[in-house]
């Protein structure tokens, strides 16, 4: 299982980003897709998750302007930033946690959570 994300890069303040998110590999479900960000120097904090069965959660600091949402029969999540702030400036990871995948590798079934590469996202004042 791979996860692949994009659609970071520079936005200035109060402008919009779209970040996506698209897990492949033989995955029969997915429980939790999400997002994560980072700053140097800081801890990995959540940004905002969506269930399985489409219910979405956001932080406080970016609830109101930041929208997430999924598409199970693609295994792709997105993550709509809107009126963009400097201090929102990080790379940001997608999470897909308790994927149930067939692995080669393995020869099995597998139930691991997973990691994306991380997208920079920078916003100017």
């Known amino acids: 299982v791979q996860l692949q994300a994009s659609g970071g890069g520079l936005a200035q303040a109060g402008g919009s980003l779209r970040l996506s998110c698209a897990a492949s590999?033989?995955?029969?479900?997915?429980?939790?897709m999400g997002w994560y960000r980072q700053t140097p120097g800081k801890q990995r904090e959540v940004v905002a998750g969506?269930?399985?069965?489409?219910?979405?959660d956001c932080a406080d600091s970016v609830r109101g302007r930041f929208i997430i949402s999924r598409d199970n029969a693609k295994n792709t999540v997105w993550l709509q930033m809107n009126d963009l702030k400097p201090e929102d400036t990080a790379v940001y990871y997608c999470?897909?946690?308790?994927?149930?995948?067939?692995?080669?590798?393995?020869?099995?079934?597998?139930?691991?959570?997973?990691w994306g590469q991380g997208t920079q996202v920078t916003v100017s004042s």
């Open positions: 590999g033989s995955i029969f479900s997915i429980n939790v």
């Open positions: 999470v897909a946690l308790t994927v149930v995948a067939w692995s080669p590798t393995e020869q099995r079934t597998t139930e691991y959570d997973y």
């Open positions: 969506i269930s399985g069965g489409g219910t979405p």
